[in-house]
């Protein structure tokens, strides 16, 4: 009898790239001058391809074979999956857009814990090592501004890496608009919930997927680009105005994970209490973090962006980060659980916990302690618990305090 061949592992999280640019002697079109040649030639330093595009007056949006691209005249979005050189792409971008006379301005890099952290290629292979990468090109932009944490708590789930490098310039309101961004990773899929992204023989196409999960209402308006691979998974981007939703789905039991990301001007962003809910009812997740970021904390809507006003039912918190930047941003991010995998922290169904690979770094300002219990606040107040309660005065408590990372991790079952 032939060996049976075990269906191989796929990493789901994420890697992402966003740099801001200026146009300095660059025409108003920017880095969407780039040439198609030129795109691919990316694509292939990041060990993906583009799959499929959509543009509209303000970006060009492309689904690739491991996740998404979009290019605004100003702003580069690189978000790829798997195995992917994701920063091996950087310099030769960096060179592209030096030719046209576009400088960059601010880098941010984020991803979640990798499920297999041991398959990843070098600079992936530790975030010391994708650090130390991205100091090359911009740590020297202003030392001060430099900043990388890891977020949450290693045996609750996901932890969020962030590397944020950027001007003082990005401060001023004048000469830049706020970018607001909302991200959900979730794993441990429904099995039901995982099923609708396999290409069985009930396929239809892939719009109808993305009608019959629920997925298009995610974003009314937004013009959708969606695939269904084969055997499985997916990946939808939909653009609206300056904005865009992307979504992405590994549905393979033993290591399901579906991401969710809104993104644009507070006017292209949607109710995230709204949105988790929805995405809650498609995926089924066991567990799932909430990322929710603005790169300018004085623009307007931003005081209260972080904010989660309510807890999705059947989910218990685990944990709770809110961080001021010093370039002038900041991230609220957030761990939840079924009430079945909070009480089953060593669940064999989970293969998600393990120690994150740096730890977080930074004196906090007192400002941003004071930013932090506001928000702590706004967050947990409307929940009216004893939980919500205990969270905004343990952040509350922070204010004047020597550390930035306020990290908390609740007790199962005291929500």
Same mark, same amino acid.
């Given at each position: 009898m032939a060996d049976v061949i075990p269906n191989p592992v796929f990493e789901g999280s994420e890697k992402r790239v966003e740099i801001d640019f200026t146009l300095g002697t660059a025409p108003a079109s920017g880095l969407r001058a780039l040439t198609r040649e030129q795109l691919d030639e990316l694509m292939t330093l990041a060990?993906?391809?583009?799959?499929?595009?959509?543009?509209?007056?303000?970006?060009?949006?492309?689904?690739?074979?491991?996740?998404?691209?979009?290019?605004?005249?100003?702003?580069?979005?690189?978000?790829?999956?798997?195995?992917?050189?994701?920063?091996?792409?950087?310099?030769?971008?960096?060179?592209?857009?030096?030719?046209?006379?576009?400088?960059?301005?601010?880098?941010?890099?984020?991803?979640?814990?990798?499920?297999?952290?041991e398959q990843q290629p070098f600079p992936h292979t530790s975030f010391d090592d994708e650090t130390a990468f991205l100091d090359q090109f911009f740590g020297h932009m202003d030392a001060g501004d430099r900043q990388s944490y890891v977020l949450g708590e290693q045996f609750h789930g996901l932890q969020w890496h962030v590397y944020i490098a950027g001007r003082h310039a990005i401060n001023d309101p004048a000469d830049h608009k706020a970018t607001f961004n909302l991200e959900l990773c979730m794993t441990e899929l429904g099995e039901k919930a995982a099923k609708?992204?396999?290409?069985?023989?009930?396929?239809?196409?892939?719009?109808?997927?993305?009608k019959d999960t629920g997925i298009i209402y995610l974003k009314p308006g937004a013009v959708i680009d969606d695939y269904v691979f084969e055997p499985c998974g997916y990946s939808m981007n939909g653009i609206d105005r300056s904005?865009?939703?992307?979504?992405?789905?590994?549905?393979?039991?033993?290591?399901s994970y579906a991401s969710v990301e809104i993104s644009g001007h507070l006017?292209?962003?949607?109710?995230?209490?709204?949105?988790?809910?929805?995405?809650?009812?498609?995926?089924?997740? #066991?567990?799932?973090?909430? /990322?929710? +970021?603005? %790169?300018?904390?004085?623009?307007?809507?931003?005081? &209260?962006w972080g904010a989660v006003q309510s807890l999705p039912s059947g989910y218990m918190p685990q944990g709770a980060t809110v961080q001021r930047l010093a370039c002038g941003g900041r991230v609220a991010?957030?761990?939840? #659980?079924?009430?079945?995998? /909070?009480? +089953?922290? %060593?669940?064999?169904?989970?293969?998600?916990?393990? &120690?994150?690979s740096l730890l977080s770094v930074s004196a906090f300002a007192s400002d941003s302690d004071q930013e932090a219990a506001k928000l702590a606040t706004t967050t947990c107040a409307p929940l009216a618990t004893a939980a919500g309660i205990a969270l905004a005065q343990l952040l509350g408590a922070r204010a004047g305090a020597s550390e930035e990372n306020v990290v908390l991790g609740w007790a199962v079952g005291a929500w």
């Open positions: 060990h993906c391809c583009i799959v499929s595009s959509r543009s509209n007056e303000q970006f060009d949006a492309y689904v690739l074979s491991e996740s998404s691209l979009f290019v605004y005249p100003t702003k580069w979005v690189l978000k790829t999956c798997g195995t992917t050189r994701l920063l091996q792409s950087v310099p030769r971008l960096l060179e592209l857009a030096g030719q046209l006379g576009v400088q960059p301005l601010r880098c941010k890099y984020t991803r979640a814990s990798f499920l297999f952290p609708q992204f396999f290409r069985t023989d009930k396929f239809v196409s892939s719009a109808q997927t993305t904005g865009f939703i992307t979504i992405h789905v590994t549905p393979e039991m033993g290591f006017d292209d962003m949607v109710d995230p209490d709204g949105l988790i809910a929805a995405a809650i009812n498609i995926f089924n997740p #066991g567990k799932m973090s909430v /990322a929710m +970021s603005v %790169d300018h904390v004085n623009a307007d809507g931003a005081t &209260s991010y957030y761990t939840l #659980g079924t009430a079945v995998a /909070a009480k +089953s922290p %060593d669940s064999p169904t989970s293969i998600l916990h393990h &120690s994150a």
